[in-house]
């Protein structure tokens, strides 16, 4: 009897640190994610199949020596929920790439990955000759969209959809999550290559909230471009100025911020003032500036 795929394992995550968990066996142990096999009991009084994926035979069903501490789960779903216990501060740190475009990207799909995908890739599946998915470090999106560039150029078309993992929770699971971005990419045309950055995971659930703000769709160079913009923020400006300048921007008082202005302007490098300067960043829109305090987190810190 034909059983899940890797993909519905996705599908069925509860948490980030669940489909880090899945991505990492499905390389590791494969043979924890049997294509065949035989479905558990039906729900009964007696028996019942696994608690977790309600398909396949519960542990002590197979072993009835095995301790009732893991009674409730099949193999698979215990090795995923023990390995996802382990792998909850790097799913905090973590964000999810899913991509539907032309052609896979030459290094993924190498047997023996280089570059960025040896060294920096949590986790990698690719789905079928125009899907992908990539967990990486959320400090690590700049370096990986800008070697991707490199690479594919102009050949390269479609839609990646960029969203940080999350917890268990009642709003919705990882594979939920997942499910709803494969549904919206079939909106796009493959003219170019775009970005979708969203930058709470349920955020999914309703793209239109950002959409209409100029917060959620870009073609891809001008959202690596406003990347590299964020990282020179960062790099210029101390946490405590960062804070202080989103203050005084959101100010109502135009009077009050231009008296705030010169004293905030004093207490700044140079270098951060004429960053600020070129950018013009007091004629921002309020959409424009929250934008690039989203990507602040995604920017790492550059030592001049």
């Not at 993909?7 to 968990?21: K, M, N, P, V």
Request: aromatic share 10%; with cysteine.
């Amino acid at each position: 009897m034909l059983m899940l795929s890797i993909f519905d394992w996705l599908r069925r995550s509860r948490s980030g640190a669940e489909l880090l968990a899945i991505l990492k066996y499905s390389v590791t142990d494969s043979d924890l994610f049997p294509i065949e096999g035989k479905p558990g009991s039906p729900l009964s009084a007696f028996d019942r199949p696994c608690r977790r994926c309600w398909i396949y035979p519960c542990m002590t069903t197979e072993n009835p020596d095995m301790s009732s501490d893991t009674s409730d789960c099949c193999r698979s779903c215990q090795a995923i929920t023990d390995k996802a216990k382990t792998m909850g501060h790097t799913s905090r740190q973590a964000i999810i790439v899913w991509g539907f475009v032309t052609h896979i990207p030459e290094q993924l799909q190498a047997e023996t990955k280089k570059g960025f995908y040896a060294e920096k890739v949590i986790g990698s599946y690719i789905h079928d000759e125009n899907h992908f998915l990539l967990t990486i470090h959320r400090r690590e999106l700049k370096t990986w969209l800008q070697e991707l560039l490199i690479y594919e150029g102009t050949a390269l078309k479609g839609l990646i959809q960029v969203f940080p993992t999350t917890g268990e929770g009642k709003r919705g699971t990882m594979g939920e999550i997942l499910c709803r971005a494969v549904h919206q990419e079939a909106r796009f045309p493959m003219n170019m290559l775009r970005v979708r950055f969203f930058s709470s995971p349920f955020q999914v659930f309703a793209p239109h909230t950002r959409d209409d703000k100029g917060l959620l769709t870009f073609e891809a160079t001008e959202f690596l471009r406003l990347l590299e913009m964020a990282e020179i923020f960062r790099s210029l400006l101390k946490p405590d100025e960062q804070k202080a300048l989103q203050q005084l921007i959101g100010l109502k008082d135009k009077r009050e911020e231009q008296f705030y202005w010169g004293r905030f302007m004093g207490h700044l490098s140079q270098e951060a003032k004429d960053m600020l300067g070129a950018w013009k960043i007091r004629q921002w829109s309020a959409h424009q500036l929250k934008l690039l305090y989203e990507l602040i987190e995604y920017a790492s810190y550059k030592i001049s």
